[in-house]
């Protein structure tokens, strides 16, 4: 069984300061142990990606795998927060509003994260409490 099977996996900008920060902000909040994570840049999340029709050199999103769906963008954010521990569920109410009008406003944020929050040199490299949760 692969382990998008068993598990949600997010991928990520691994060198990415807001991407970081967003996975930080989900594993305190990931209360069911639903999710695993993943730099882009990385080879077992590469590998990962061979499955599915993604360029393995995209990284201007996030990228939410659950089994055989594929979420980017707004929608795999929002399809995160569902999953979260406390009120973050109720932010999925805003899957009424159109791609159209939530995939530009995080194409924009995405398309400014260096410049505003940062950039590092190598992958994040995840701390002995962190290492099972990602791939």
Do not use: H
């Not at 882009?40 to 990284?59: C, M």
């Not at 795999?76 to 109720?90: D, Q, R, S, V, Y």
């Amino acid at each position: 069984m692969r382990i998008q099977d068993r598990f949600d996996i997010i991928l990520f900008d691994g060198v990415c300061n807001l991407c970081n920060s967003a996975v930080d902000f989900v594993i305190r909040r990931d209360k069911n142990d639903r999710f695993k994570f993943g730099a882009l840049q990385d080879n077992a999340t590469k590998s990962i990606l061979k499955d599915y029709k993604i360029n393995e050199g995209y990284i201007d999103s996030i990228i939410l795998l659950r089994g055989n769906e594929v979420f980017y963008k707004s929608k795999a954010a929002l399809e995160i927060t569902k999953n979260l521990g406390g009120f973050w569920p109720i932010l999925y109410v805003f899957n009424i509003v159109p791609s159209v009008i939530r995939d530009p406003i995080y194409d924009w944020i995405a398309k400014n994260r260096y410049k505003w929050f940062g950039k590092k040199q190598t992958c994040r490299i995840p701390n002995s409490m962190e290492r099972e949760k990602f791939l």
